[in-house]
């Protein structure tokens, strides 16, 4: 990513590494807090009526608030976004991770200002970083349920087809929560993915001229060694050459008819 080599170049000083564990732990104190005052969470969620009358801080305290009231279930999922946060970090690099994790930010905010309207959580964040750790690490095993291990990618696209069904039957404005929402997922990936498909597509395209010539009878060739037979349908970088015996060689074996002539 072109873009994102001349930003690290110039801002990769001011990268924060560990974000993602700096998260984890401030939402196992903010869950440990809520335990004394559950009216707390009302002060920092993303509510953008709240934000609009001065209450910025929302805009950022949000990514600290658990999505579960269970201690259980709040231990493994915190546990598993501390590992993809690593295995992100060590791949990209800190200041990648950290425009990552802006750029879902923003585009939660996005969705909180623009389409819903109300109070949002960070769960769809979250979850654009799964989605990101089973793009760039898919072969990585998690045991499910602390038994069955999982290769990651294969509970990326279960995430990604559930994430598809919401788009193509909720309502309107709800489809686009899911879209917009993971725009950060989709500006980092989205453009590799719709060159695989190009790839694939040209690949089809190949094979399918392939097996009609194949069908078609012999191609027709131009140029044929006559040492080893080879013609320009073989190799297409082959170069041929025309020796004074009027006979044609690749270059390869173009030193046999000077030998021969010697001779």
């Known amino acids: 990513m072109n873009w994102l080599d001349k930003l690290e170049r110039r801002f990769g000083h001011i990268a924060v ?27 920092l969620v993303l509510d953008p009526g709240r934000v609009l009358h001065g209450e910025v801080w929302r805009l950022v305290t949000y990514l600290f608030l658990p999505t579960t009231d269970s201690a259980i279930c709040l231990a493994f999922a915190l546990y598993l976004l501390w590992i993809m946060g690593d295995g992100l ?9 950290n425009v990552f994790y802006l750029c879902g930010m923003i585009a939660t905010t996005v ?43 294969w509970l990326g696209l279960l995430s990604g087809a559930f994430l598809g069904v919401v788009v193509m039957f909720a309502s309107y404005p709800a489809n686009l929560v ?32 392939f097996e009609a010539a194949s069908h078609a009878g012999p191609l027709e060739t131009m140029h044929r060694c006559v040492v080893c037979g080879k013609t320009e349908v073989d190799d297409s970088e082959l170069e041929f050459r025309v020796a004074e015996d009027d006979r044609e060689y690749c270059m390869a074996h173009l030193h046999q008819a000077s030998a021969e002539k010697t001779e």
Not at 20 to 40: K, P
């Open 111 to 153: 969705v909180a200002f623009f389409i819903t309207r109300s109070s949002v959580t960070n769960a769809f964040l979250n979850l654009s970083v799964f989605l990101a750790f089973a793009t760039v690490l898919p072969d990585f095993e998690l045991l499910l349920f602390f038994i069955l291990p999982v290769k990651v990618k």
């Open 89 to 97: 970090e060590q791949e990209w690099g800190a200041f990648r991770l």
């Open 178 to 209: 899911p879209i917009v929402s993971l725009a950060n997922y989709l500006l980092f990936f989205g453009p590799q993915f719709f060159q695989t498909a190009a790839a694939r597509r040209e690949l089809m395209r190949r094979r399918e001229r």
């Open 17 to 43: 590494p560990g974000l993602i564990r700096i998260v984890v732990v401030l939402n196992v104190i903010v869950f440990a807090l809520l335990h004394f005052n559950s009216g707390w969470n009302r002060a």
